[in-house]
């Protein structure tokens, strides 16, 4: 809990200066390169969160790794959060930079199950779907596959779910069916 609150502290302060110095969608870029790294390479993970590994040792890492991949401002935020020994909270700071990017611009979230891909022309219509539930201009939409699904989609919006996937259909015949007037109970 005290990480997730220091981690947004950070953002907020990074989101402020990257608006400043006309850099936001570079920084974003960067957060998001070095998410992918993060979620790539489980021993990098490990090395962040190590308390043995001295901090000025992590910061060379970061340093042979990122500089001149990213924006000064970004190489500035690691090199403040590794002075300060707080290494570990960069893979959710770099989470969370995306979440607050999206509030930032406008853009909103959601998440689309199906049990087959989508297509172009389907993908379209649900980001439309999505724009008109959540009143916003840019829709950023995440696609899961579940082979259990059968059929149908489960669409999640926020704190919103549209469920009408087959396997969703079936429970509630099932307990329908489990409530039979027909048959008296003792």
Not at 45 to 63: G, M, V, Y
Not at 117 to 131: C, N, T
Request: charged share 30%; net charge positive.
């Amino acid at each position: 809990m005290a990480d997730s609150r220091a981690a947004s502290r950070y953002v907020k302060s990074l989101l402020g200066l990257a608006v400043e110095q006309n850099a936001l969608d570079q920084v974003h870029a960067d957060m998001q390169l070095f998410d992918k790294t993060v979620e790539g390479s489980r021993d990098f993970e490990l090395l962040l969160k190590n308390p043995i590994i001295k901090h000025d040792k992590k910061r060379d890492i970061l340093e042979s790794l990122f500089k001149g991949k990213v924006h000064p401002l970004t190489m500035s935020i690691f090199d403040i959060i590794t002075r300060k020994n707080r290494e570990p909270l960069l893979p959710a700071i770099a989470k969370e930079f995306h979440n607050a990017y999206n509030e930032y611009k406008g853009i909103r979230k959601a998440t689309i199950t199906t049990a087959v891909p989508l297509d172009a022309k389907l993908k379209a219509e649900f980001e439309q779907i999505v724009k008109d539930l959540s009143k916003q201009k840019q829709v950023e939409l995440l696609e899961k596959i579940d082979k259990d699904m059968i059929g149908g989609f489960v669409l999640q919006v926020g704190d919103k779910q549209i469920d009408t996937s087959i396997k969703n259909k079936l429970k509630a015949l099932k307990v329908k069916f489990s409530e039979n007037p027909y048959v008296k109970e003792f």
